[in-house]
């Protein structure tokens, strides 16, 4: 999940399943927030659970509509893969929530203005 110009948050799960994904979503998006998706049907109590939703056709080639779009999720996913793939080359499944918890820290920090390096070691020496 991702907020729109803020932070991103990424968590492993054991499948896409309607039961599996809805409680992450319920309990970090605030009720009445407005959630852009794609077609994927896991998604359609979105409505009734209070959540104003629309979703993206791509199955129809429609890729942004007005502000509904999926483009900075799927931004933030690319660069994961492209870290992934062009650094670790594979992860396994028992560290890769540890994976997204990097690249959600990037994307999370991206805005700063101060290295990252720097900021890893003012959080060290707090600790």
Not at 10 to 32: D, E, K
Not at 97 to 126: C, D, I, M, P, V
Request: hydrophobic residues 35%.
């Amino acid at each position: 999940m991702v907020e729109r110009k803020g932070r991103v948050m990424a968590v492993t799960v054991p499948n896409v399943a309607r039961a599996t994904v809805m409680p992450h979503i319920t309990s970090r998006v605030l009720p009445s927030s407005t959630i852009y998706t794609d077609e994927y049907k896991v998604y359609n109590p979105l409505n009734k659970k209070g959540y104003f939703h629309d979703r993206i056709r791509h199955s129809e080639k429609v890729y942004v509509s007005g502000d509904v779009h999926t483009n900075t999720i799927e931004g933030f996913w690319s660069l994961v893969k492209r870290g992934i793939d062009g650094v670790y080359h594979a992860v396994s499944a028992k560290h890769l929530q540890g994976y997204l918890n990097e690249y959600a820290w990037r994307y999370n920090e991206r805005h700063s203005g101060r290295a990252k390096f720097e900021t890893l070691l003012l959080r060290s020496a707090r600790s």
